[in-house]
């Protein structure tokens, strides 16, 4: 079928149900809801079967949904209505939540139900929720919904009518009212409700050392104790620690009020002045203080260790790898590879493995353009650090989504292993062409061919898990339940480190690496990619720099991509 997909912006869940429609065959075109006559003009040049929805801010116009059937993907369960119905269900405590694929009509959240799941729910963030929970269960739901449709003979019942209905009822918006922490009654769990549920979009509203501002990234803390509820009593790294009258809770990054334009950044750095008094709580003072804390609390990177395995996460928030945490994570990978250990696995994180370098902290830089050479030159340190590893198996173990520059950081390593449900871009140029780094020149075209390199830096689609192994740029796709996961790359590992040809394997590689050094050496690559950044970074087209200025503004869209938008290409027709 033709399958147009109807959104504000290509975001996770959309590109997650891309990923799966093509895989099952289906045409599929993107078309950005900017205004009733774009959309109504998308509609006319693709001809589409079906219209599905997975993420919109406003109702789809009339004269599309009489017209033709579309599918909205709702993230409530049957019955559910109202813009903030994931936000409601986690600052509510709700034990289970789903998700709803309706029909549009002219009510909000109220047509005809196609399929519906549900899922159980975690305490997590609703990023974390929504990349997990949310989007596998929009899966099922939507092929369950596609399926129906492509039979002809389904009959979608209205809410009222399921079993799950829960009555119906339209909930406004969550505003910043009933978000409020009211740090004097409020405990550590229902402060963690609240700073989870607006996660992501919009933040809690609040104040730090007199300031107004929005807070971002909560991490509970078991054992620090102490000062009046709501006042800052301690930070660590790029995170501060906010007593609770019974604990405390970390918030990681925080966005000021005024001006209107400023951004998401840490939050120690954003007060690094008002810190100045206020102690500082580091996990350990020896080289090892990455081991895995015992308990919970704010821990960026953490390290355990079995089997003559060694395990490296990074929780970088959205993904995102400043200079700072590039030059922190070498540290830490320099001082594990000082372990007697046979395999080093890069865990990355739980939601994301790497987006690679952080455009939020680029953009408030003094110079962007300095910034962004120091942040590309750290990223590449570390990439290098791993291609050198050449006495021991280096894997790197997706467990969440991959983008730019973090896909390539990953293939540094020797073997690439991603969760079934992973989404990968792995490409620059939407960010206004940039060139790249991470010496992608190199690890790329040796895994996939040049024409592929070429052709997947240029298409700039996403890449399913499935679909990365077979174009060779991932090794296997394992599990997709987070926990199975997790389980299954501990268990490949510790084989692959007790292995009785280990030794062997590792030989070769060394022989593999020393002739690629002959052939043309790392620094070459390096060299090359740098000159074309150059380009980027200071040249006379400044499209990187707008694109990154629209990208962390978040600036309205104002047309599709023509790699997305195929019935906008020229010559477009479609099939009879």
């Known amino acids: 079928m033709r399958i147009l997909l109807l959104c504000h912006a290509f975001n996770s869940l959309s590109q997650c149900l891309y990923c799966e429609l093509a895989g099952r065959g289906?045409?599929?075109?993107?078309?950005?809801?900017?205004?009733?006559?774009?959309?109504?003009?998308?509609?006319?040049?693709?001809?589409?079967?079906?219209?599905?929805?997975?993420?919109?801010?406003?109702?789809?116009?009339?004269?599309?949904?009489?017209?033709?059937?579309?599918?909205?993907?709702?993230?409530?369960?049957?019955?559910?209505?109202?813009?903030?119905?994931?936000?409601?269900?986690?600052?509510?405590?709700?034990?289970?939540?789903?998700?709803?694929?309706?029909?549009?009509?002219?009510?909000?959240?109220?047509?005809?139900?196609?399929?519906?799941?549900?899922?159980?729910?975690?305490?997590?963030?609703?990023?974390?929720?929504?990349?997990?929970?949310?989007?596998?269960?929009?899966?099922?739901?939507?092929?369950?919904?596609?399926?129906?449709?492509?039979?002809?003979?389904?009959?979608?019942?209205?809410?009222?009518?399921?079993?799950?209905?829960?009555?119906?009822?339209?909930?406004?918006?969550?505003?910043?009212?009933?978000?409020?922490?009211?740090?004097?009654?409020?405990?550590?769990?229902?402060?963690?409700?609240?700073?989870?549920?607006?996660?992501?979009?919009?933040?809690?509203?609040?104040?730090?050392?007199?300031?107004?501002?929005?807070?971002?990234?909560?991490?509970?803390?078991?054992?620090?104790?102490?000062?009046?509820?709501?006042?800052?009593?301690?930070?660590?790294?790029?995170?501060i620690l906010r007593a609770t009258v019974d604990g405390a809770v970390w918030i990681g990054h925080v966005r000021r009020c005024t001006p209107p334009d400023s951004l998401k950044l840490p939050a120690a750095e954003v007060f690094a002045t008002q810190l100045a008094g206020i102690r500082e709580a580091p996990l350990s003072a020896s080289p090892a203080a990455c081991w895995a804390a015992p308990h919970r609390t704010w821990q960026d990177i953490r390290y355990e260790e079995a089997d003559d395995v060694g395990f490296l996460h990074f929780e970088f928030y959205n993904g995102a790898m400043s200079s700072r945490q590039c030059r922190r994570l070498l540290a830490a990978y320099d001082w594990v590879r000082q372990r007697p250990l046979q395999v080093i696995v890069l865990m990355g994180g739980r939601d994301l493995w790497s987006n690679g370098i952080h455009l939020q902290q680029i953009e408030a830089a003094e110079s962007p353009a300095d910034e962004s050479w120091a942040n590309i030159d750290a990223i590449d340190d570390l990439a290098e650090a791993i291609i050198r590893t050449d006495d021991r198996l280096t894997i790197a173990a997706l467990q969440g989504n991959c983008a730019a520059g973090g896909c390539f950081l990953a293939r540094a390593a020797d073997i690439v292993w991603a969760r079934a449900g992973v989404v990968l871009n792995p490409h620059y140029r939407n960010m206004g062409n940039l060139y790249g780094s991470e010496y992608w020149t190199y690890l790329l075209p040796a895994r996939v061919g040049e024409m592929a390199a070429a052709a997947i830096m240029q298409q700039r689609l996403p890449l399913s898990a499935s679909a990365g192994v077979s174009a060779g740029l991932l090794d296997a796709c394992l599990a997709n339940d987070p926990e199975s996961f997790r389980i299954d790359v501990a268990r490949r590992a510790r084989e692959l480190a007790q292995a009785p040809g280990l030794a062997s394997r590792l030989r070769e590689k060394r022989a593999r690496r020393a002739a690629d050094e002959l052939q043309r050496p790392l620094a070459d690559y390096r060299a090359a990619e740098m000159a074309e950044l150059e380009r980027n970074f200071y040249g006379f087209d400044p499209s990187y720099h707008i694109a990154r200025h629209h990208f962390v503004h978040k600036t309205p869209h104002s047309w599709t991509p023509r790699h997305l938008a195929i019935h906008r290409e020229l010559g477009w027709q479609p099939a009879p």
């Open 26 to 239: 289906h045409v599929l075109s993107v078309e950005y809801d900017i205004a009733d006559s774009v959309a109504e003009e998308a509609v006319a040049l693709f001809r589409p079967d079906l219209i599905i929805a997975p993420y919109l801010r406003r109702a789809i116009p009339e004269t599309i949904w009489r017209a033709h059937c579309c599918l909205v993907v709702h993230p409530g369960i049957v019955g559910d209505r109202g813009p903030s119905a994931l936000d409601r269900a986690i600052q509510d405590g709700e034990r289970a939540w789903g998700v709803t694929v309706l029909q549009a009509t002219g009510e909000m959240d109220a047509g005809p139900v196609w399929a519906s799941a549900v899922f159980p729910m975690r305490l997590a963030r609703k990023s974390s929720l929504y990349r997990h929970e949310v989007s596998e269960a929009a899966t099922r739901a939507v092929l369950c919904a596609v399926e129906r449709f492509s039979r002809g003979d389904f009959v979608p019942l209205p809410p009222s009518q399921t079993v799950t209905a829960a009555g119906g009822e339209l909930r406004p918006l969550l505003r910043q009212a009933e978000r409020a922490i009211d740090w004097q009654r409020d405990d550590s769990r229902r402060v963690l409700a609240r700073l989870h549920a607006a996660d992501g979009f919009p933040g809690v509203a609040d104040e730090l050392f007199g300031e107004p501002c929005l807070l971002f990234d909560a991490w509970p803390e078991d054992i620090l104790r102490g000062g009046p509820a709501g006042a800052v009593i301690a930070w660590r790294e790029t995170a």
